[in-house]
């Protein structure tokens, strides 16, 4: 007699493999926050620039979270052979989602050096790359999901582990066999307001090895406290997650007020 009455199986697309090939039952470090912040400020700054394209929220936030990580470093680090060293150079990664015939499945970009861009030419390095994304020319995306579809979700976390123990605990590069170094860099941004959602929690991932989860919701009206008064602004949930880890609820404090005075104050 079966334990459990199961129906049919999942067709499984890149990104649920790769998920079910990095999670084991759960014990990870996970520390969740968020912050509601009014996006008029944010948004005005962001209308007043002359780039083309124009710099969304999201790139915003990416600019944001990499200046604080360059004076809160705690959280820009990697964990390897038993100790937490300094990354050089702070990229960020945002999920993009990708709909093919029927699936919808996630993927990403790489936003490199963040400190030392202009929100002009994170828009642009973001434009090129979601639609080598959605035109499925982009080669790392298209070398990810050939490998993934022919390979068991067994062998896949087996694979993913000498990956990952080749290239952060023994930094070795694997280019030469097409995998880029350090995709997911020093924080994962994940925008999902577009997708109706006002709030979100994300998962920090073992495989990327990133200790820093942003998530962007939907931008809508809420009571916002003005002084001593209660007034209707429209406002942005934000929401973190940290890897205690790495740091403590001090060092993300910090990391936070920085972020929403940047936020609430980005023509400083």
């Known amino acids: 007699m079966r334990h459990l009455p199961l129906g049919e199986r999942q067709k499984l697309t890149t990104y649920r493999k790769i998920a079910l090939a990095s999670w084991a039952h759960p014990k990870d470090p996970s ?10 400020a944010a948004e005005a700054f962001l209308k007043g620039l002359p780039e083309e394209p124009r710099p969304t929220l999201t790139h915003l936030v990416a600019k944001i979270i990499a200046q604080c990580l360059q004076k809160h470093p705690e959280l820009d ?11 050089g150079r702070t990229d960020v990664y945002v999920t993009t989602l990708l709909k093919g015939k029927g699936t919808l499945d996630l993927s990403g970009f790489t936003l490199p050096d963040v400190p030392n861009q202009t929100l002009g030419s994170l828009a642009k390095i973001s434009q090129q790359a979601v639609e080598a994304l959605r ?34 605990t023994l930094n070795i590069s694997l280019r030469s066999v097409g995998i880029p170094d350090d995709r997911f860099g020093s924080v994962i941004v994940s925008n999902f307001g577009p997708l109706g959602l006002e709030n979100g929690l994300v998962p920090l991932s073992p ?11 939907k931008p809508r009206p809420t009571p916002y406290v003005e002084g001593n ?15 205690h880890r790495y740091a403590d609820g001090a060092h993300g404090a910090q990391l936070m007020r920085l972020f929403q005075k940047m936020f609430l104050n980005p023509e400083r």
Not at 31 to 40: A, M
Not at 207 to 217: H, S, V
Request: glycine share 4%; aromatic share 12%; net charge positive.
């Open 31 to 40: 520390t969740y926050t968020w912050v509601d912040l009014p996006v008029e």
């Open 77 to 87: 680090h990697i964990q390897r052979l038993g100790n937490l060293q300094r990354r």
């Open 135 to 168: 035109d499925g020319t982009d080669p790392v995306t298209k070398n990810t999901d050939e490998v993934v579809a022919k390979t068991p979700v067994w062998l896949l976390k087996l694979i993913m582990r000498v990956q990952s123990f080749f290239q952060y």
């Open 207 to 217: 495989y990327c090895r990133c200790p820093l989860m942003i998530g962007m919701g």
């Open 229 to 243: 008064q209660v007034v209707v602004r429209e406002c942005i949930t934000i929401t973190f997650t940290f890897d």
